[in-house]
């Protein structure tokens, strides 16, 4: 498979690039920051297996949203790292 065939695959999968990073990054800074714009009050305290749990989280929301939403995958990787963190706790 050519790269511009996996992309092709990839973008019917999950939507351009451009509209999932737009969800994905907006997700992300939601996490961050509250809506007066002041920290998160419990982002700098997680770890860093923390915070990229929820990070590839909203990735994976960001590509069900943007994308197919009947792919199960994505949903699975959302249950994978939510449990990746409780086996942690």
Do not use: F, V
């Not at 920290?39 to 994308?67: C, F, P, V």
């Amino acid at each position: 498979m050519t790269i511009e065939e996996t992309l092709k695959d990839r973008q019917g999968r999950y939507g351009s690039l451009r509209g999932h990073a737009a969800i994905s990054q907006g997700l992300k800074r939601m996490m961050q920051y509250q809506e007066n714009g002041s920290e998160s009050r419990n982002w700098d305290k997680l770890t860093d297996d923390k915070k990229e749990a929820l990070e590839m989280i909203a990735h994976k929301i960001a590509r069900i949203l943007n994308g197919d939403p009947e792919y199960k995958d994505n949903w699975h990787d959302i249950c994978g790292y939510a449990k990746l963190i409780e086996d942690t706790l």
